[in-house]
């Protein structure tokens, strides 16, 4: 175990601000507690309008501070295009007042690590005289998939001709692998923007952050460090769920949501190893009624034991008296401890939308997944998932766009079961659980360049 590093005189100090979406405090709470282990002082930024369910202070080896995003305490937006919009007429002002406060202070902000899609931070940092960087909250393939719907070329060539996409260092995709915002915005024009806007400045960051790592894409990261100074730095798991280094990391996370954290994991032990398929869509996706109910009779028709993740917002989409008549297999929760989940043994198999997080979760602990993508980034994890890391199965849809019962029982059986690619992708699963592992630990791809940063960052002069 190692201790946080202790240094003498006072520490660089880090500001960092991500969108107050799950999928993103997650890893750049984990990033910052990473940062603080090397002794640095680290300041994570959350909204009021999250309320009591953040914490402010002294919280983990970090300290968490709120900031104004245009909400009063636990206020909330009717649509995400609502808040984005609140939150950018709000924030700007929040984050150069905090700066200026802590400016008169023994611990100046040395730099800012913004959410990638927030790249006026920069600007903001800038004008203030301090550096700032982008974290990557999405992989290096569906970075360079977004740049290159930028730059137009092949993948609009490929697109208009509704052709194979063959684009440098990645694999060859099909139109359904990419970003679903490639092919346009849709009903969620704020989004598209915040994603596209990823690029405007990004040649004047001096580091680029990635929740990944290098061994998982090492042809895409080269790609991308031929152009920008990319330093991947995942994946950012607690440390007691990866390299068990960190002494400190005992309280490992911070949830939007009410996890039934002592129900799931009482229900999980009384379960057989590897006998229970683990579902969650993550925080956001949101499937349409008949959706959720071919999912629930997919469950059943597996045979296996499910725990299934429906939040509160989705509960009343599962079919009337399903809990009843599947109360001997499954156990339905609005939230669960998702990375304790994945660490259980009786968990053999995760169906996920592939959420970024989700996805490098299952394939740091080593569970095989079964693949649902819902939008943006998803549908490229999957292909990942699937072909490339070989850690699972995609599920396929249907012209209608339904993924029926039989699929999703198909794909259980394939996994968990008896399927015939099931040692297979166990082997591979495993795999990468030790990459991944390795990248972390003293020494790994992920630890120097964390280690890198700091240095740079401790050699500056205030
Ligand atoms: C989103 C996007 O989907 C994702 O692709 C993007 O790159 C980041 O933001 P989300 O849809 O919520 O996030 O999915 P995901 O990235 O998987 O993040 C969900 C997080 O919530 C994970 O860290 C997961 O461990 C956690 N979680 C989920 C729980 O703790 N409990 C649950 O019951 C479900």
């Not at 649902?372 to 850690?391: C, E, G, L, S």
């Not at 659980?433 to 740079?456: P, R, T």
Request: proline share 5%; glycine share 6%.
């Amino acid at each position: 175990m190692e201790m946080r590093k202790q240094r003498t005189g006072s520490a660089s100090h880090v500001l960092v601000l991500p969108l107050p979406i799950q999928g993103h405090i997650n890893p750049m709470l984990q990033f910052s507690k990473r940062l603080a282990s090397k002794g640095l002082k680290v300041t994570l930024l959350t909204p009021t309008s999250t309320g009591n369910s953040m914490p402010q202070g002294n919280v983990f080896s970090i300290n968490i501070e709120h900031i104004f995003d245009g909400y009063k305490e636990g206020e909330r937006a009717a649509t995400a295009d609502e808040y984005i919009e609140r939150f950018m007429g709000a924030v700007p002002l929040s984050l150069t007042e905090l700066i200026e406060k802590y400016s008169a202070t023994q611990t100046p902000v040395k730099f800012i690590i913004y959410d990638s899609i927030l790249p006026w931070v920069l600007d903001l940092a800038k004008s203030l005289g301090i550096e700032g960087g982008p974290f990557f909250t999405q992989t290096c393939a569906v970075t360079a998939l977004y740049y290159h719907k930028l730059q137009g070329g092949a993948l609009k060539t490929a697109m208009e001709e509704k052709s194979l996409v063959s684009l440098p260092s990645l694999p060859q995709l099909e139109l359904n692998d990419l970003p679903s915002l490639v092919h346009g915005p849709g009903s969620y024009p704020g989004v598209y923007g915040l994603i596209f806007s990823q690029f405007s400045n990004i040649d004047e960051a001096s580091w680029l952050l990635w929740n990944t790592f290098n061994e998982l894409e090492d042809e895409i990261v080269d790609w991308m460090a031929s152009k920008w100074p990319v330093k991947p730095i995942g994946p950012t798991i607690p440390s007691m769920f990866l390299d068990k280094r960190l002494e400190d990391d005992k309280e490992y996370g911070i949830s939007l949501f009410n996890p039934n954290s002592e129900t799931c994991m009482k229900w999980l032990d009384s379960k057989e190893p590897g006998s229970v398929v683990y579902v969650s869509f993550g925080s956001l996706a949101a499937l349409t009624d008949d959706q959720m109910a071919e999912l629930a009779w997919g469950l059943k028709r597996s045979n296996a034991h499910f725990l299934w993740v429906v939040r509160e917002s989705e509960k009343q989409k599962v079919p009337a008296n399903f809990a009843e008549e599947t109360a001997e297999m499954g156990l339905i929760v609005t939230w669960s401890p998702q990375l304790e989940v994945l660490a259980h043994k009786s968990v053999g198999c995760f169906m996920t939308h592939c959420g970024w997080n989700s996805t490098l979760e299952a394939l740091s602990l080593g569970v095989p997944m079964v693949a649902m993508p819902q939008w943006t980034d998803q549908p490229t994890n999957a292909k990942f998932v699937a072909d490339v890391w070989q850690v699972g199965v995609r599920i396929k849809v249907g012209e209608n766009g339904m993924v029926t019962r039989e699929e999703i029982e198909r794909c259980i059986t394939e996994v968990m079961m008896d399927g015939e690619r099931r040692d297979e992708i166990r082997t591979n699963s495993e795999k990468w659980k030790k990459l991944a592992i390795m990248a972390m630990d003293e020494g790994g791809s992920s630890d120097k360049n964390i280690e890198e940063f700091v240095a740079k960052l401790e050699s500056k002069q205030q």
